[in-house]
């Protein structure tokens, strides 16, 4: 089984910084992406970036271009994100989501992490 812990939330000023960081654990054999997703209360989830594992680039929501960053570590199968310039509408709960496989042959699912809350505000 597959498990995604994410970690880095908190209470940050408009104009601060956070890095975000997701560690999985469990039997991965390959991960094809990995992506951070946001949901602020009343409003549905919505992809904040993703990064193409073998390759490791980042596709970014244009909400947050230029501002995050993500990375990720290919040793550690650790995903993080680089927050920049916050925004009061940065404000949600940021989950981990990974497009991975178990095992060779098997077929690729999708796994989340419980989230970690961000708060921008003065």
């Known amino acids: 089984q597959v498990q995604l812990v994410e970690s880095g939330g908190g209470l940050v000023q408009p104009g601060g910084s956070l890095r975000l960081s997701c560690a999985t654990s469990?039997?991965?054999?390959?991960?094809?992406?990995m992506g951070w997703y946001r949901q602020a209360p009343g409003k549905e989830r919505e992809l904040v970036a993703v990064?193409?594992?073998?390759?490791?680039?980042?596709v970014y929501a244009d909400s947050v271009k230029g501002r995050f960053t993500i990375t990720r570590d290919n040793a550690k199968n650790t995903m993080y994100l680089q927050m920049n310039s916050l925004k009061p509408e940065d404000t949600a709960n940021y989950y981990c989501?990974?497009?991975?496989?178990?095992?060779?042959?098997?077929?690729?699912?999708?796994?989340w992490g419980q989230g970690t809350q961000v708060t921008v505000s003065s």
């Open positions: 990064i193409y594992w073998s390759v490791g680039n980042g």
């Open positions: 989501n990974a497009d991975a496989l178990v095992a060779a042959g098997a077929r690729y699912r999708d796994y």
């Open positions: 469990g039997s991965i054999f390959r991960i094809n992406k």
